[in-house]
């Protein structure tokens, strides 16, 4: 089955503490983003990937960090994670910038 | 830069109404066009999306849009929701040019009631 899968689903976390969300598709795509999505606000682009080794900033990427090792995978480095870090955030894999993004389940987490 | 404008952030509906949620955008260009739906407590699901060709679209459980290059828009219609559509919808573009990005509106929250 065609999926993005990100984890942890939930996290509650505290200011400082270095953590790390994985995003894995197994859609052989080569396009990759992360993006946050807050009330009022809509989905917000952190950063994405559109290769191995080919990572640029989205919108929103301050206090972020990410990789792209391999192409199945694209994790989300929070390395001082703040509480207005708290949010849900989404993995979307495609098959290239433009076209339909498939998401993850999304990741919810709380900085306190 | 473009943008994705949804004028409603909150729609109420009975069961059996008709739905219409409004997407604007700004660019000059050519663009592919998405609707998104969310349900509460899942991720992001693909409606219906628009690249070329009829500009009315239809999508997953009766859900169809309209493409009005003249107005900028791509509003989402439906002649008849169910309390099951009570979700939140995301309105979204790509410039039709190169590797450009998915811009998302700020989403429109639809609850039906019984």
């Known amino acids: 089955e065609a999926q993005v899968t990100q984890n942890p689903r939930y996290l509650i976390t505290v200011t400082g503490k270095k953590l790390t969300v994985t995003c894995s598709q197994n859609?052989?795509?080569?396009?990759m983003s992360w993006y946050r999505q807050d009330p009022g606000l809509g989905l917000r682009q952190i950063y994405y990937s559109m290769n191995v080794e080919v990572t640029d900033k989205g919108d929103v990427p301050e206090g972020y960090k990410v990789s792209r090792k391999e192409k199945r995978n694209f994790p989300l480095i929070l390395e001082s994670p703040s509480p207005n870090q708290t949010s849900l955030y989404f993995c979307?894999?495609?098959?290239?910038?433009?076209?339909?993004?498939?998401f993850g389940q999304g990741t919810r987490l709380t900085v306190v | 830069a473009q943008s994705v404008s949804q004028h409603n952030h909150h729609v109420i509906l009975s069961e059996a109404a008709s739905l219409e949620l409004g997407c604007n955008y700004s660019?000059?260009?050519?663009?592919?066009l998405f609707w998104y739906v969310q349900y509460p407590g899942q991720h992001l699901q693909l409606l219906l999306k628009?690249?070329?060709?009829?500009?009315l679209v239809k999508g997953i459980k009766g859900f169809e849009a309209e493409f009005i290059k003249s107005k900028f828009s791509f509003n989402l219609r439906k002649p008849s929701v169910q309390w099951s559509d009570t979700a939140e919808y995301f309105c979204?573009?790509?410039?039709?040019?190169?590797?450009?990005?998915?811009?998302f509106g700020k989403g429109t929250r639809l609850s039906v009631i019984a």
């Open positions: 859609m052989n795509h080569e396009y």
């Open positions: 628009y690249f070329s060709g009829d500009p």
């Open positions: 979204a573009l790509t410039r039709n040019s190169g590797n450009t990005p998915l811009v």
């Open positions: 660019y000059g260009g050519t663009v592919n």
């Open positions: 979307a894999s495609s098959p290239n910038r433009g076209r339909v993004a498939f």
